[in-house]
């Protein structure tokens, strides 16, 4: 059984900047593969920042120069730092991992969302 929590989403002026946190826990061995997604209304659900032990990191273009993904191994955790807030960064942001338990097994998981609005 694996969460994952999420935080430090809110609101933001545009220019301004949030951290985003994602936390797993429970009967984790390890994780390797993590990241965020998000989603705004009528729009489809984009891949905006993955982290990996192999591939290093990788940005979608609208976000690139300006979100900065990092994880702590140790403490399972992501983060996503975001700078230089567009009103078109608006959306729940959702983080996941790719997780490897403690019975072996390897899964996705998925956090809550937290809501990012960029707005004057």
């Known amino acids: 059984q694996v969460q994952l929590v999420e935080s430090g989403g809110g609101l933001v002026q545009p220019g301004g900047s949030l951290r985003l946190s994602c936390a797993a826990s429970g009967s984790i061995f390890s994780t390797n593969n993590m990241g965020w997604h998000r989603q705004a209304p009528g729009k489809q659900r984009e891949l905006v920042a993955a982290i990996s032990s192999d591939r290093g990191t990788n940005y979608a273009d609208s976000v690139k120069g300006r979100f900065t993904i990092s994880r702590d191994n140790a403490k399972n955790t992501v983060y996503l730092q975001m700078n230089n807030l567009k009103p078109e960064d608006t959306a729940v942001y959702y983080c996941?991992?790719?997780?490897?338990?403690?019975?072996?097994?390897?899964?996705?998981?998925w956090g809550q969302g937290t809501q990012v609005t960029v707005s004057s």
């Open positions: 996941y991992a790719l997780v490897v338990t403690t019975t072996q097994s390897m899964r996705y998981y």
